[in-house]
T-cell receptor
Framework: GENVEQHPSTLSVQEGDSAVIKCTYS??????FPWYKQELGKRPQLIID?????GEKKDQRIAVTLNKTAKHFSLHITETQPEDSAVYFC??????????FGDGTTLTVKP | GAVVSQHPSWVICKSGTSVKIECRSL??????MFWYRQFPKQSLMLMAT?????????EQGVEKDKFLINHASLTLSTLTVTSAHPEDSSFYIC??????????????FGPGTRLTVL
């Protein structure tokens, strides 16, 4: 089955700095790669996603890159703010919709 | 946007009892729904795929006789934790994929159900 590895497990940055979280996946059939932000006690919220026919996608301060050959994708957050502090999960999904999640990255943005 | 609801949002039960959790897609039909479990400070682990009109598909290591799944309609899937024990205490989250035109599918997550077994 699919195996998703996510790094780092914790990340602490100063407000205004950039944060990068990386994930690798194993199943070449995966074609949809969403990123979720989860605040304590709440459901995961989709913040950005990318499909396998695209190499990069940007939405304001958030961007995701995908290297399908190397089977890795990354989340980039620029100009971080304290409200960006949360746990971030990457996921790899096969066409049927089944998702495998990374172990999560706890991001702390220090004011 | 698409909405997925879960009921109840939290439940506390005694060891040995059964608990039913409902997952509903409110404004779209979902022939497939997914059930995840999330232990504190851990990731979401897929438990099973719920298929409307047919048997659920369980992930390796998940006891199908303990976690009963019924996908009775295109908008409702239920997860029943039978003979619950303290180790079943967790956050249970369902999701339903929705086709978004030419954009493929997007997963919509329910708000989750926090189960505490005493």
């Amino acid at each position: 089955g699919e195996n998703v590895e996510q790094h780092p497990s914790t990340l602490s940055v100063q407000e205004g700095d950039s944060a990068v979280i990386k994930c690798t996946y194993s199943d070449s059939a995966s074609n949809y790669f969403p990123w979720y932000k989860q605040e304590l006690g709440k459901r995961p919220q989709l913040i950005i996603d990318i499909r396998s026919n695209v190499g990069e996608k940007k939405d304001q301060r958030i961007a995701v890159t995908l290297n399908k050959t190397a089977k890795h994708f990354s989340l980039h957050i620029t100009e971080t703010q304290p409200e960006d502090s949360a746990v971030y999960f990457c996921a790899a999904s096969i066409p049927g919709g089944k998702s495998t999640f990374g172990d999560g990255t706890t991001l702390t943005v220090k004011p | 946007g698409a909405v997925v609801s879960q009921h109840p949002s939290w439940v506390i039960c005694k060891s040995g009892t059964s608990v039913k959790i409902e997952c509903r897609s409110l404004d779209f039909q979902a022939t497939t729904m997914f059930w995840y479990r999330q232990f504190p400070k851990q990731s979401l682990m897929l438990m099973a795929t719920s298929n409307e009109g047919s048997k659920a598909t369980y992930e390796q290591g998940v006891e199908k006789d303990k976690f009963l799944i019924n996908h009775a309609s295109l908008t409702l899937s239920t997860l029943t934790v039978t003979s619950a024990h303290p180790e079943d205490s967790s956050f249970y989250i369902c999701s339903a994929p929705r086709v978004l035109g030419n954009s493929g599918r997007e997963q919509f997550f329910g708000p989750g159900t926090r189960l505490t077994v005493l």
